[in-house]
């Protein structure tokens, strides 16, 4: 079992920075690939990085070039550094997880087992 818990959310201006940190325990932590992924009301569950067991990061068209994936397997924690922030980045994002120890990076909410219970970023412009 895995547990995760996002935290860091918070309001922030356009243009503006966040760092959101997920802290995992119950098993251990770097046989997990990992993932972030939000949703906005109304709309379904997007994904937004992931980073697998071997270190491979994949970002989608929407976030490329201003978010940053980041793990540190020492303190069982992935981090999503967000720059440059717009309005349509305001959503609650989720951290999940999955078993892995392959290169294989997943992009769909299927491929993860393990999910924490959101944190709600606000970008007002």
């Known amino acids: 079992q895995v547990q995760l818990v996002e935290s860091g959310g918070g309001l922030v201006q356009a243009g503006g920075s966040l760092r959101l940190s997920c802290a995992a325990s119950g098993r251990t932590f770097s046989v997990y690939a990992m993932g972030w992924f939000r949703q906005a009301p109304g709309k379904e569950r997007e994904f937004v990085a992931a980073?697998?067991?071997?270190?491979?990061?994949y970002y989608p068209t929407s976030v490329k070039g201003r978010f940053t994936m980041s793990r540190d397997n020492a303190k069982n924690t992935v981090y999503l550094q967000m720059n440059s922030l717009k309005p349509e980045d305001t959503a609650v994002y989720y951290c999940?997880?999955?078993?892995?120890?392959?290169?294989?990076?997943?992009?769909?909410?299927?491929?993860?087992?393990?999910w924490g219970q959101g944190t709600q970023v606000t970008v007002s412009s």
């Open positions: 980073i697998s067991w071997g270190g491979a990061i």
């Open positions: 999940a997880a999955r078993p892995s120890d392959t290169t294989v990076v997943a992009t769909s909410t299927a491929s993860y087992d393990y």
